[in-house]
């Protein structure tokens, strides 16, 4: 189970990587400096949340799996979803509304990192 959570952090910093690029190269003339700022907002969370989720696979294969740690990389999974994918599309389209969706995928970060803090301080007293 948490090898597809390594995966998927694998995948999400792949994809962090190209999608930069992408606006480095690809929409630096396309897009406004503000616009191209929150798509570079977005491959950062993006990057961290990958890191993070691969960070979560380790800790799950030293300590053990646990649910709460399950749920911290789901959480991260959403997060990126919502939160860097509304930037991208806010970006790209330009439709304002979109930016509504990117708090929820703060919390579900702000989630992540508490759920994963909870799993590793109680693995610590066991």
């Not at 990958?50 to 649910?67: E, K, P, V, W, Y």
């Amino acid at each position: 189970m948490f090898a597809k959570y390594g995966a998927f952090g694998a995948i999400h910093a792949l994809l962090a990587v190209l999608l930069g690029a992408f606006a480095a190269h690809g929409l630096k003339e396309r897009l406004s400096e503000e616009m191209l700022n929150v798509f570079e907002t977005g491959v950062r969370y993006h990057m961290y949340h990958g890191i993070g989720m691969f960070l979560i696979a380790l800790a799950a294969d030293r300590l053990g799996t646990s649910a709460s740690l399950r749920w911290a990389g789901r959480m991260m999974h959403i997060g990126i979803f919502l939160f860097s994918g509304s930037l991208y599309a806010l970006s790209l389209s330009g439709i304002k509304p979109l930016g509504v969706i990117t708090p929820f995928g703060g919390v579900a970060f702000i989630v992540a990192w508490a759920l994963a803090a909870y799993s590793l301080w109680k693995a610590k007293e066991e």
